[in-house]
């Protein structure tokens, strides 16, 4: 899981503390490329949680199609985020996302030899952090925040919320896996 690469916006090296990691913006979507591709094989899924690339039109499908090119796993999702197109956008369909949603609650698939450190069954995954969600998933990922609040946050110990940002604490914007989250 991962959120708020922001490829190509030149301006969020400014708005964040990536001017400190990244000399340009090329500088920057490789170093993201490769972050993502140390974290997931061909055969892996990862969900991006908005604010995949910055553009307009067909400037913007054709950089994300080149993106995801790039990204080992072909089975990439994305949740849309303030900065991506409306989920009516035509140029949204184009690009090669395998799916594309404003919200999503999924099961989560327990591994053989995952400890878990608290019970969930299903996940929410926003771009936007919640106050609160559906009860019946305890966990909530999100991003938008560009790591503001810290990692992770509680409302209480049943209810946990983690910003997969890439500019979230400790994450060296690398994704997160969801063997990690539970």
């Not at 990691?21 to 170093?31: A, R």
């Not at 972050?35 to 997931?40: D, L, P, Q």
């Not at 061909?42 to 400037?59: Q, W």
Request: glycine share 6%.
């Amino acid at each position: 899981f991962t959120s708020d690469s922001h490829f190509s916006h030149t301006n969020i090296l400014n708005l964040t503390s990536r001017h400190q990691h990244f000399k340009d913006i090329k500088e920057m979507n490789w170093m993201l490329i490769e972050k993502i591709n140390e974290c997931v094989g061909a055969k892996d899924t990862l969900y991006h949680l908005g604010d995949f690339y910055f553009g307009k039109g067909k400037h913007w499908v054709n950089g994300v199609n080149d993106i995801l090119s790039q990204i080992k796993c072909q089975k990439i999702h994305l949740v849309i985020g303030n900065h991506d197109p409306t989920a009516e956008s035509e140029n949204l369909k184009k690009a090669k996302f395998k799916s594309v949603c404003s919200y999503l609650e999924m099961n989560i698939k327990k591994e053989p030899g995952w400890v878990q450190n608290f019970y969930a069954e299903k996940i929410c995954l926003s771009h936007y952090p919640l106050r609160s969600w559906n009860s019946i998933t305890p966990i909530h990922l999100h991003g938008h925040s560009h790591g503001k609040h810290g990692f992770m946050t509680s409302s209480n110990r049943a209810y946990l919320s983690f910003d997969v940002g890439v500019d979230s604490p400790g994450l060296n914007y690398s994704p997160v896996s969801l063997k990690d989250i539970v």
